[in-house]
T-cell receptor
Framework: DTEVTQTPKHLVMGMTNKKSLKCEQH?????MYWYKQKAKKPPELMFV???????INESVPSRFSPECPNSSLLNLHLHALQPEDSALYLC????????????FGSGTRLTVV | GIQVEQSPPDLILQEGANSTLRCNFS?????LQWFHQNPWGQLINLFY???GTKQNGRLSATTVATERYSLLYISSSQTTDSGVYFC?????????????FGQGTELSVKP
């Protein structure tokens, strides 16, 4: 298995809702990442998990809450989002946190209404 | 922080033409990757190429780390090559690695 799987593919949520994005990989990678991509822009790093521990938080607002339950799973919990948070959310993994290639999932396209 | 610049920002080609995309970066890096993002948003890894030259079918890439640039060559372009091509470089910190993207080159191949 050489894929990173993200669910759901599309999500529409209200500003008072709570939802979660899920990411799964079975390549034995020990580093996992969340990126956010706005239209016509490159992906921007949000969080890095290394060996199931949060190692980098790029000053992301607390309405985004990451979780790594085990080495294969990565979640992003969403609460009280704003319309400007609408974007493509991409999950990625790499063998180690640094020095190896990244594999990206197909993303969750999020719309906040 | 490290700057990653890609050129050209946009490129329109006739099917069958060749092209070269360039990526310049401002500091030494641990790793460099080229990605193709299709219209559905999927980022497809083309090359993991911190240095040297690699080829995969009609695509090839060269990274000259000492001069801080990388090139992606597309030969005999096809309409399915359309999309955005990103160069991304990685810096490693105590806490882990950060993959930093350039602004991308949007390629449109016309039949």
């Amino acid at each position: 298995d050489t894929e990173v799987t993200q669910t759901p593919k599309h999500l529409v949520m209200g500003m008072t809702n709570k939802k979660s994005l899920k990411c799964e990989q079975h390549m034995g990678h020990r580093a996992m990442y969340w990126y956010k991509q706005k239209a016509k822009k490159p992906p921007e790093l949000m969080f890095v998990y290394s060996y199931e521990k949060l190692s980098i938080n790029e000053s992301v607002p607390s309405r985004f809450s990451p979780e790594c339950p085990n080495s294969s799973l990565l979640n992003l919990h969403l609460h009280a989002l704003q319309p400007e948070d609408s974007a493509l959310y991409l999950c990625a993994s790499s063998q180690e946190a640094g020095g190896s290639g990244y594999t990206f999932g197909s993303g969750t396209r999020l719309t906040v209404v | 922080g490290i700057q990653v610049e890609q050129s050209p920002p946009d490129l329109i080609l006739q099917e069958g033409a060749n092209s070269t995309l360039r990526c310049n970066f401002s500091d030494s890096v641990n790793n460099l990757q080229w990605f193709h993002q299709n219209p559905w948003g999927q980022l497809i890894n083309l090359f993991y190429i911190p240095s040297g030259t690699k080829q995969n079918g009609r695509l090839s890439a060269t990274t000259v780390a000492t001069e801080r640039y990388s090139l992606l060559y597309i030969s005999s372009s096809q309409t399915t090559d359309s999309g955005v091509y990103f160069c991304a470089v990685e810096r490693i910190y105590n806490q882990g690695g950060k993959l930093i993207f350039g602004q991308g080159t949007e390629l449109s191949v016309k039949p």
